[in-house]
């Protein structure tokens, strides 16, 4: 089985603006299929929403040689197959005591939690191109009135640095925050990772951890690429990745994804 993230390992980002680029590059998508061909299971792992995935595993063409793919998304909360989209495993909790927490110490931050096959319930409108789908202006405490999967708090105001310490301060376990590349949390269920969420996926598999690789680049990467028999991290991933990987690649500017790919699917 290859779990891949997808922001900053299959897609890079465009210059100054933080967001994605839309199309992967010749040489991953090649390498995936080559994977594909030779009997891997791919398993997209991401901090994306489920609708916020499923173009990526059409590119990927996902489901060409198998009958449904097998997707982890909202950073293991939500685990479905595809096509068409069904939601085979889904973790909530309250946010609502963690998210006043945070708006306790960051006023100004903005609150988003997914409305599913639409896009977002936002407490304000986010940056453009940091999420996908239509963006709901809704109270905060409407958003987190009833037990959800993921939310999702950013403060342009903000760096991730910021947010790492004010997560430590509140006594978050690492397992209930992710902190993105810029002041982006996302607050999800204890236990909860893409390690969890890919943990299922192969059990339904009857694959071994052992038998997993892994690929990623983001702080919400780290318990899978410890999870997986072979984790690897991208060459531009901070160090806190790197330390937690066996292995690292090439940047996602370089097609690091591909280069792993490569050595075990020429």
């Known amino acids: 089985m290859v779990a891949l993230d ?24 090649d390498a995936v299929r080559r994977a594909r061909e030779a009997g891997a299971e791919i398993v997209l792992a991401s901090g994306r929403s489920p609708h916020g995935m499923t173009a990526m595993a059409d590119t990927l063409g996902l489901h060409e040689l198998t009958e449904r793919a097998w997707i982890v998304a909202s950073n293991g909360a939500v685990v479905f197959r595809y096509p068409p989209l069904e939601v085979v495993l889904e973790e909530t909790f309250d946010a609502a005591p963690a998210v006043q927490a945070v708006l306790d110490r960051r006023p100004s931050a903005m609150v988003a939690v997914e409305e599913r096959g639409v896009g977002y319930r936002v407490s304000k409108d986010f940056p453009v191109g940091e999420l996908t789908g239509e963006m709901i202006l809704t109270d905060v405490a409407d958003i987190v009135a009833e037990p959800v999967s993921r939310v999702i708090i950013r403060d342009p105001e903000a760096t991730a640095e910021d947010f790492i310490t004010l997560a430590r301060e509140l006594g978050l376990h690492p397992t209930e925050y992710v902190v993105g590349w810029t002041a982006w949390l ?3 269920p204890r236990g909860v990772s893409k390690a969890s969420g890919l943990a299922h996926v192969a059990d339904r598999l009857g694959v071994d951890a052992s038998d997993v690789l892994a690929i990623g680049d983001g702080r919400n990467d780290i318990e899978m690429l410890r999870w997986a028999g072979r984790g690897v991290a991208m060459g531009q991933a901070v160090q ?24 075990w699917f020429p």
């Open 186 to 188: 996302d607050l999800a």
């Open 6 to 29: 997808i922001d900053g390992t299959l897609l890079s980002w465009i210059e100054d603006t933080g967001a994605p680029h839309p199309e992967v590059s010749p040489a991953v998508a």
């Open 240 to 263: 806190q990745v790197i330390d937690a990987a066996d292995d690292v690649t090439a940047p996602v500017a370089e097609d690091g994804a591909a280069l792993e790919l490569a050595r």
